[in-house]
C-alpha cells in the first residue's frame, strides 16, 4: 500500500480559500489516479476530484468551476485549491490513490466553512 499524507485543513468564512496537499511516501506510477473524496457527518464519502497522469481531470458536479486539482511532475503530490468556499464543503477530506489493485486512502484532514 503507498502511505498518503495529508495537510491544509482548517477553518475558514464562507467565500474564503483552501489548499489541500497529499503526498505519496514513494515513487508512483504516472499512469495512477489521485484524488479527493470528503465526507459529512451523516452522508456517505463522495468523490471530489480526480487527477489521472497530469491532465485528465475528473470533478463533481458540486465544486466545478471552484476547486481545482493539480499535481507535480513526479506524480507524487496532489494539491486542491478549493475557492468560494461554502457551509456545505464543510467535511472530513481524504486523499486516494488507486493504481490497479493499490487503493489507498489517508487519514483526512477537516475543512470546515462557517457562515
Known amino acids: 500500500q503507498v502511505q498518503l499524507v495529508e495537510s491544509g485543513g482548517g477553518l475558514v468564512q464562507a467565500g474564503g480559500s483552501l489548499k489541500l496537499t497529499c503526498s505519496a511516501s514513494e515513487s508512483v506510477s504516472s499512469l495512477s489516479t489521485m484524488g479527493w473524496y470528503r465526507q459529512a457527518p451523516g452522508k456517505q464519502r463522495e468523490l471530489v476530484a480526480t487527477?489521472?497522469?497530469?491532465?485528465?481531470?475528473n470533478y463533481a458536479d458540486s465544486v466545478k468551476g471552484r476547486f481545482t486539482i493539480s499535481r507535480t511532475t513526479n506524480w507524487r503530490t496532489i494539491f486542491l485549491q478549493m475557492n468560494s468556499l461554502k457551509p456545505e464543503d464543510t467535511a472530513v477530506y481524504y486523499c486516494?490513490?488507486?493504481?490497479?489493485?493499490?487503493?489507498?486512502w489517508g487519514q483526512g484532514t477537516q475543512v470546515t466553512v462557517s457562515s
Open positions: 486516494n490513490y488507486k493504481r490497479l489493485t493499490i487503493d489507498s
Open positions: 487527477v489521472t497522469g497530469h491532465t485528465t481531470r
